[in-house]
């Protein structure tokens, strides 16, 4: 049985917290659906580089997250996150910066 999630809303205001607790700046570039959205996270590494993730469900129904088209650069971030918008409006985009290129999400990233 997949676990429960929390609205779309309110994983993005955690999420930034924690981040902000770290000492790196977050913030939404795109509002999806506040219950329901997927939220893409890009990850800007200040310095040109640049990778978006998106959650995806492993083999066990546990919250995994991947990288998003082979994105290195902030034009290539930017055109995936592009290409996601098209499949799917009610996408969320929050944007991570951090120079060391920390996500701090805590569960598995491949």
């Known amino acids: 049985m997949p676990e429960p999630r929390l609205k779309?809303?309110?994983?993005?205001?955690?999420?930034?917290?924690?981040?902000?607790?770290?000492?790196?700046?977050?913030?939404?570039?795109?509002r999806g659906d506040?219950?329901?959205?997927?939220?893409?996270?890009?990850?800007n590494c200040?310095?040109?580089?640049?990778?978006?993730?998106?959650?995806a469900t492993g083999p066990d129904g546990a919250r995994r997250w991947t990288r998003l088209g082979k994105s290195e650069t902030e034009a290539d971030?930017?055109?995936a996150i592009a290409r996601a918008l098209k499949r799917d409006p009610d996408?969320?985009?929050?944007?991570?910066?951090?120079?060391?290129?920390?996500?701090?999400?805590t569960e598995p990233v491949n």
């Open 77 to 79: 971030a930017e055109a």
């Open 91 to 105: 996408l969320w985009v929050l944007e991570i910066e951090d120079r060391d290129g920390r996500h701090f999400l």
């Open 46 to 55: 200040l310095d040109g580089r640049a990778f978006v993730l998106e959650p």
């Open 34 to 43: 506040e219950t329901a959205g997927i939220v893409l996270i890009k990850v």
């Open 8 to 30: 779309a809303a309110l994983w993005v205001k955690a999420h930034i917290r924690i981040c902000e607790v770290q000492g790196a700046q977050a913030f939404v570039v795109r």
